[in-house]
T-cell receptor, first 114, second 115 residues
Framework: ETGVTQTPRHLVMGMTNKKSLKCEQHLGHNAMYWYKQSAKKPLELMFVYNFKEQTENNSVPSRFSPECPNSSHLFLHLHTLQPEDSALYLC?????????????FGPGTRLTVL | AQTVTQSQPEMSVQEAETVTLSCTYDTSESDYYLFWYKQPPSRQMILVIRQEAYKQQNATENRFSVNFQKAAKSFSLKISDSQLGDAAMYFCAYRSGGSQGNLIFGKGTKLSVKP
């Protein structure tokens, strides 16, 4: 295990539902990330937080809303999603945002939007 | 913008043999990091090996080594003495040397290991 946990591991939701994904890291890191992993596409960076402040929003639709209450926890709030949002959502953390700081990934949440 | 290309969607290797996964990237920067990540089926993505661009010596981690050709912008991963547990998706990634450079991933190579 990498020290990054995600819950739930699987989620099925309708297009009108509201749900949240949770990520927790036990590594004492200061930076946290959300990625989207779709079949046959490279991982797409969605959001970056450093010391609880959002430093990157990679043009993500507003139906995805991140929250970072502290350096150990990261949430992704979901509402009125589309079927094309079905994917594996990965959380990662790193000591900082320096280019030498290795990112450690969680196991992901497999999201299916009906 | 930087791009990372993995030209082999799938590869196969016999147990105990050696396999090389290819990765090329495009950048105008001179300072950056390169990474290989492994994602086993239904398991977490983990770092396999990383290489700083300013280091000429190729990185090595046990059975894993890289062939870093900076001029050619090539960063291949060699797995020696392949084991069944090496079966996974392998992702090559690039990170800019800037203070907030983000990881840019290739599409991945699915490696199968035959017993």
């Amino acid at each position: 295990e990498t020290g990054v946990t995600q819950t739930p591991r699987h989620l099925v939701m309708g297009m009108t539902n509201k749900k949240s994904l949770k990520c927790e890291q036990h590594l004492g890191h200061n930076a946290m990330y959300w990625y989207k992993q779709s079949a046959k596409k490279p991982l797409e960076l969605m959001f970056v937080y450093n010391f609880k402040e959002q430093t990157e929003n990679n043009s993500v639709p507003s139906r995805f809303s991140p929250e970072c209450p502290n350096s150990s926890h990261l949430f992704l709030h979901l509402h009125t999603l589309q079927p094309e949002d079905s994917a594996l959502y990965l959380c990662a953390s790193s000591r900082g945002q320096g280019y030498g700081d290795t990112q450690y990934f969680g196991p992901g949440t497999r999201l299916t939007v009906l | 913008a930087q791009t990372v290309t993995q030209s082999q969607p799938e590869m196969s290797v016999q147990e105990a043999e050696t396999v090389t996964l290819s990765c090329t990237y495009d950048t105008s920067e001179s300072d950056y990091y390169l990474f290989w990540y492994k994602q086993p089926p239904s398991r977490q993505m983990i770092l396999v090996i990383r290489q700083e661009a300013y280091k000429q010596q190729n990185a090595t981690e046990n059975r894993f080594s890289v062939n870093f050709q900076k001029a050619a912008k090539s960063f291949s991963l060699k797995i020696s003495d392949s084991q069944l547990g090496d079966a996974a998706m392998y992702f090559c990634a690039y990170r800019s040397g800037g203070s907030q450079g983000n990881l840019i991933f290739g599409k991945g190579t699915k490696l199968s290991v035959k017993p």
